[in-house]
Structures are given as C-alpha cells and as structure tokens.
C-alpha cells in the first residue's frame, strides 16, 4: 500500500496563470522539484498537491501560496532551501480602508520603506490583498515580522528606521 499525502489551498485566480507558466513551466518546475503531483482546478481557484513525501508536499505548497500571495516563481522558489521558510501576516479582519492604510505605512513612497525592510533583514516581502508575505531564513522573518509588526502598530517610521540600524 502507498502512502500519500493530499494538501489543498486556494489561490486567488488572477495568480493561477503565474502558476502555471508558460506551457505550464512553472507547476513542471515545481513538481520535477519536491516530487509532486499539482493539479490546478480549471473552474475554481482550488489547486491539490500530492506527494508521497510529506516535508516536500509541505513545500510544495508554501512555493504555491507564496506565489499566490505575490511573489514571482522565481522568488518563491527560495523556499526549496533547506533554510528558507515562508510566513504570512494577515489583516482579513480589518476593513478595506484600514488595510489600504497600513499596508502604504509598509510599501512606502515608490516601495521605499518595502526595501529598506528587505535590505536591512535579507528576507523579501510581498504585500497582496490583506496578507504581508516573507520569505527567508527564519532569523530574517523573525527581524522582518518585528519592523512590519512595528509598522502595522502605529509606530513612527524614524523609529522603525532606527530598529533597523541597530541591526
């Protein structure tokens, strides 16, 4: 008898063709990658991953998330370092404007505050929808989440920006 693991997610549909790719470059890549099987409903924004190896199924679906949350396939494939991780701050329970206004307090004018975040952590955010993405090692998330956490409280930028020096 095989043993097999089953995940299903959901991604929203304007990133299902990022997914897929080019003559579907992309799910090949991460299938040929983690050893899985990734099936992508053509009527729903539901895609199913399978694999026999429950660390690479769990993979599998950070890289499909995280490129669901924004991140280009190129990106979210630094998760298949064995020192990457994947996390995700959600806002869902705020309301539209509260979440429009938090998320231009992390983006900055033109992504300025966005890549000083990247610059002085190493990890690499992605903000989409409600949700504030990073991928990195787990000491870079754990220093971004802080700076984005501080941000999304109310704290002063010139405060975030002195966190960020004493790094």
Do not use: W
Request: some cysteine; charged content about 30%; aromatic content about 4%.
């Amino acid at each position: 008898m095989l043993n097999f693991m089953i995940e299903f997610i959901k991604i929203p549909g304007q990133r299902k063709s990022v997914l897929i790719g080019r003559d579907g470059n992309i799910k090949k890549e991460i299938e040929s990658r983690t050893g899985t099987t990734i099936s992508i409903s053509l009527d729903s924004c539901e895609v199913e991953i399978r694999g026999d190896d429950p660390e690479k199924v769990r993979i599998a679906r950070d890289i499909v998330t995280a490129i669901g949350r924004g991140f280009t396939p190129k990106r979210a494939m630094r998760i298949l370092n064995k020192n990457c991780c994947f996390e995700i701050i959600s806002l869902r329970h705020e309301t539209r404007n509260t979440v429009k206004r938090l998320m231009a307090r992390v983006i900055g004018r033109n992504g300025s505050v966005k890549r000083k975040i990247e610059k002085s952590t190493g990890a690499r955010l992605c903000i989409f929808g409600k949700t504030v993405s990073f991928i990195g090692t787990y000491e870079e998330n754990r220093a971004a989440r802080k700076l984005v956490k501080m941000l999304l409280e109310g704290k002063l930028h010139a405060k975030v920006f002195a966190v960020m020096q004493q790094k």
